[in-house]
Nanobody
Framework: VQLQASGGGLVQPGGSLTISCTASGIIFRDNVMGWFRQAPGKQRELVAV???????TYADFVKGRFTISRDNAKNMVYLQMNSLEPEDTAVYYC????????????WGQGTLVTVSS
């Protein structure tokens, strides 16, 4: 199983960024897909999940700012991030088979998002 996140970078406060994740080795359409993040010195935070049927759930701290989506034909999951804040700076990872309460059993290399002026 491989999950590879990409698209991170440096963005100014208030800016937007979309990151993506490619999955292989799993039956993508059968899995809940999600994003979690970890900032230096801080605990891991679950950010958003999208169910097999496309139902989306978000952590309170990103509601109204972030949008998760999935493309089952491409085995990809996306996280569109708007109104970014310095507190959103973290390495973002995608996972499979989890929920908003726990990281799934499959996750891989993350992508660094830095929000700074």
């Amino acid at each position: 199983v491989q999950l590879q996140a990409s698209g991170g970078g440096l963005v100014q406060p208030g800016g937007s960024l979309t990151i993506s994740c490619t999955a292989s080795g799993i039956i993508f359409r059968d899995n809940v897909m999600g994003w979690f993040r970890q900032a230096p010195g801080k605990q891991r935070e679950l950010v958003a999940v999208v169910s097999r049927g496309g139902i989306k759930t978000y952590a309170d701290f990103v509601k109204g700012r972030f949008t998760i989506s999935r493309d089952n034909a491409k085995n990809m999951v996306y996280l569109q991030m708007n109104s970014l804040e310095p507190e959103d700076t973290a390495v973002y990872y995608c996972d499979a088979g989890g929920s908003l309460k726990r990281v799934g059993p499959y996750w891989g290399q993350g992508t660094l998002v830095t929000v700074s002026s």
